[in-house]
């Protein structure tokens, strides 16, 4: 059974950093495309990252506008862990963050339909 558990959280200040984790289990971590979305009220889920994954040990990473520069997505493979850096934080990124995995990358990667794994999110609040 595949399970997504992610964790890191918090209330922070604008400008503040902050690190996510989602510790995965029960798939083949090192093939699999890893991504992090974010929901707000009122609004669909956005993607905001993605690890590819494209033979051996090679990945290549993809970020929303806005994020890009600001976060970074990065995995751990031996412990089954991929990571959200994020920094620069704004009000703004006041979100709940979620996991999801594939085993098959999809063209339109920054969709909800293309993951079938999906953790329970961490509350992430931004103060101004």
């Known amino acids: 059974q595949v399970q997504l558990v992610e964790s890191g959280g918090g209330l922070v200040r604008a400008g503040d950093s902050l690190r996510l984790t989602c510790a995965a289990s029960?798939?083949?971590?090192?093939?699999?495309?890893l991504v992090w979305f974010r929901q707000t009220p009122g609004k669909e889920r956005e993607f905001i990252a993605a690890?590819?994954?494209?033979?051996?040990?090679?990945?290549?990473?993809y970020y929303s506008d806005s994020v890009k520069g600001r976060f970074s997505i990065a995995r751990d493979n031996a412990k089954n862990i991929v990571y959200l850096e994020m920094n620069s934080l704004k009000p703004d990124d006041t979100a709940v963050y979620y996991c999801?995995?594939?085993?098959?990358?999809?063209?339109?990667?920054?969709?909800?339909?293309?993951?079938?794994?999906w953790g329970q999110g961490t509350q992430v609040t931004v103060s101004s």
């Open positions: 999801a995995a594939a085993e098959q990358w999809e063209t339109d990667y920054q969709a909800t339909t293309s993951y079938q794994y």
């Open positions: 690890s590819k994954w494209i033979g051996s040990n090679v990945y290549s990473t």
């Open positions: 029960g798939l083949t971590f090192r093939k699999y495309n």
